[in-house]
């Protein structure tokens, strides 16, 4: 279908009704349904022209076959509920956002830790496994910290070469704080699918902190368990987590952090989502700059300090929210108080 036909139809967009900043954006531009993720089903598909997704919302031909729809876009980072090849081969268009979240879950992760340590980060040696668009910041501000820094990223490696890379063998054998930044994949050689699994768990030489700010399913529930148990781990900080919105009572009662899958929750990362996905649905169906209802993010921070990260998260509430209420996990996600990324602090 060219443009032209494109502005003569009038298009129809379904969206998750939780995309924050979104309501009144497209409605110039078409009809809009805002749906629950569960409702998102063929029959709703069968009317959608765009389908502007989170990572509730299963996109695969089960969904998709034989409807009009033109684009999938995910107000997310991952796109492990996306059939990619599938959407590629029927000539769906797949777009994401990719580095959204990453200033908020290094907020959370340093956070944690920080809180964890009594403020004497400085002291630890910390792992990062996946040092992509997460991963980097992480080590950016960790380092900003005084933190000694190990770092794991087989693909980066064989692109980049360098001595600065480490197998996850060696970090598990020599970091106090190992934190997970990858993409859930199950196949290829980097699969990353239980990575942190009972035999990770047995290298660990420390008895590290382990944090999981990445996808549930890179660790896996049994082995953590197991790993906090026999003391081969000291702390696991758990915001992903196998089965949600079913989370492992038994993982929560022992974990020493355990939050509802919000450490990417700021403002600015959803501001930058929502901006990804309204930009994506310009360029599919060629129509003018969309106006964006939200405000203008502010710049990312080169370097933080620890009343920085102090004063704009408090991991401990959230914690105590999922504690209380761990049925609730889907809700206290959708309706979750979105927090501001570290800002310079005023003298």
């Given at each position: ?8 139809k009038?298009?129809?967009f379904i969206?998750e009704?939780n995309i ?15 749906l629950?993720s569960d ?6 598909a069968m ?5 502007l997704v989170?990572?509730?919302?299963r996109?695969d031909a089960a ?6 729809v033109?684009l999938?876009a995910?107000a997310?980072?991952?796109?492990d509920h996306?059939d990619?090849a599938w959407?590629e ?6 777009a994401?956002?990719?580095g ?5 879950v290094a ?8 809180n ?10 910390m792992?990062?496994v996946?040092?992509g668009?997460?991963g ?9 910290l005084?933190i ?5 990223d087989?693909?980066?490696?064989r ?12 970090l ?9 930044h ?8 980097d699969a990353?699918y239980?990575m ?10 420390r008895?590290?902190?382990i944090?999981?700010a990445?996808r ?7 082995a ?12 696991a ?5 196998e089965g949600?919105?079913n989370i492992?009572?038994?993982l ?11 450490a990417g929750?700021?403002?600015?990362g959803k501001?930058?989502?929502t ?12 129509l003018?700059p969309?106006p964006?209802?939200?405000e ?5 921070l ?6 920085q ?6 991991p401990?509430?959230?914690?105590t929210a999922?504690?209380?209420?761990p049925e609730?996990?889907?809700t ?12 310079r602090?005023?003298?």
């Amino acid at each position: 279908m060219d443009s032209n036909a494109l502005k003569r139809k009038k298009l129809h967009f379904i969206v998750e009704e939780n995309i924050p900043y979104m309501r009144g954006t497209l409605e110039p531009y078409g009809t809009v349904e805002y749906l629950a993720s569960d409702a998102i089903d063929h029959d709703a598909a069968m009317r959608a022209d765009a389908l502007l997704v989170r990572t509730r919302t299963r996109c695969d031909a089960a969904l998709l076959a034989d409807t009009p729809v033109r684009l999938v876009a995910t107000a997310t980072i991952g796109t492990d509920h996306i059939d990619l090849a599938w959407c590629e081969a029927n000539g769906i268009r797949v777009a994401n956002a990719p580095g959204c979240n990453a200033p908020a879950v290094a907020q959370y992760v340093l956070s944690a830790l920080a809180n964890l340590a009594n403020r004497r980060i400085h002291q630890y040696r910390m792992g990062i496994v996946g040092v992509g668009h997460v991963g980097r910041i992480v080590q950016q501000w960790a380092a900003s910290l005084g933190i000694e820094l190990m770092l794991c990223d087989p693909p980066r490696q064989r692109a980049e070469g360098g001595d600065q890379w480490h197998t996850l063998t060696e970090l598990a054998e020599n970091c106090d704080v190992i934190t997970f930044h990858t993409p859930l994949t199950k196949e290829g050689p980097d699969a990353t699918y239980h990575m942190a699994g009972r035999e990770f768990f047995h290298a660990c030489r420390r008895a590290p902190i382990i944090i999981n700010a990445a996808r549930g399913p890179v660790a896996d529930t049994e082995a953590i368990i197991e790993a906090i148990k026999e003391g081969r781990i000291y702390q696991a900080v758990i915001d992903t987590w196998e089965g949600e919105p079913n989370i492992s009572r038994e993982l929560l009662d022992i974990t020493s952090i355990a939050t509802p899958h919000i450490a990417g929750y700021s403002r600015q990362g959803k501001m930058r989502a929502t901006r990804a996905v309204l930009d994506a649905v310009t360029e599919t169906f060629s129509l003018p700059p969309i106006p964006f209802t939200g405000e203008r993010p502010t710049p990312v921070l080169q370097h933080v300090n620890l009343p920085q990260l102090l004063w704009s998260y408090d991991p401990y509430a959230d914690d105590t929210a999922l504690r209380h209420s761990p049925e609730s996990f889907e809700t206290l996600r959708n309706t979750y108080a979105l927090r501001s990324e570290p800002q310079r602090l005023r003298r």
